[in-house]
C-alpha cells in the first residue's frame, strides 16, 4: 500500500466505517494532524482516501472497495476502553486462545524470513503479541450495518 497522496489542500479524508462516536472521530482526527478528516460512513458519499472497516466479510470488503473507488480499504481491529471501541476479530480471538503471534506472510519466502528471525539466538523480540480481553462484535451484525450504509450511499449518488 503506498503513501496518501494529498490532492492540493484538500484534507485526506478517512471514513470510518467503525461504529464510532462524533467525539471518537474527533480525536482519530485530532491524533492524525492537520491535513485529515475523519468522515462517518453514513455522511461520506464516496469520495474517502481511506475507509477503515472493522472484521468483515469478502462480500462487504469488495462493495467498500466498489463504493469508495481508489480508496485504501484498511481492516481494523481495536480496543479502546477509553473511548468504548471493543471491535476484536478472528485476529484478536486468535491472539485471546493463546495464540502467540499473528503474520500474514506475502510469500513462503516472507514467512521463513520471520519464522527464522524467531528462531536465531540473536533475535531482538522486535514485535508486539497483542493480547487482552474482548467481547468481539458478531461479524453480521457490523456487516449488515456497514451493506446497509454503502446501500444508502449508492442510492443517494443515483
Known amino acids: 500500500m503506498g503513501a496518501i497522496e494529498r490532492v492540493g489542500s484538500s484534507p485526506v479524508r478517512v471514513v470510518a466505517a467503525l461504529p464510532l462516536k ?15 478528516e475523519v468522515v462517518d460512513i453514513r455522511d461520506a458519499g464516496t469520495e474517502a482516501d481511506i475507509v477503515l472497516t472493522p472484521s468483515a466479510s469478502p462480500r462487504t470488503i469488495a462493495k467498500l472497495k466498489a463504493t469508495f473507488g481508489d480508496a485504501h480499504v484498511i481492516v481494523v481491529e481495536l480496543e479502546d476502553w477509553q473511548h468504548g471501541i471493543d471491535l476484536g ?3 484478536t ?15 513462503l519466502d516472507s514467512l521463513a524470513k520471520v519464522l527464522g528471525a524467531l528462531t536465531s539466538a540473536d533475535s531482538d523480540g ?14 453480521q451484525t457490523v456487516d449488515d450495518l456497514i451493506l446497509a450504509h454503502l446501500d ?5 449518488r443515483r
Not at 22 to 36: F, K
Not at 152 to 156: C, F, G, P
Open 126 to 139: 522486535e514485535g508486539e503479541i497483542l493480547a487482552g480481553a474482548t467481547r468481539s462484535l458478531p461479524a
Open 152 to 156: 444508502e450511499a449508492i442510492a443517494r
Open 22 to 36: 462524533d467525539e471518537t472521530r474527533a480525536h482519530l482526527a485530532d491524533r492524525l494532524g492537520p491535513g485529515h
Open 89 to 91: 476479530g478472528p485476529v
Open 93 to 107: 480471538r486468535a491472539l485471546e486462545a493463546g495464540a502467540d503471534a499473528y503474520y500474514v506472510a506475502e510469500s
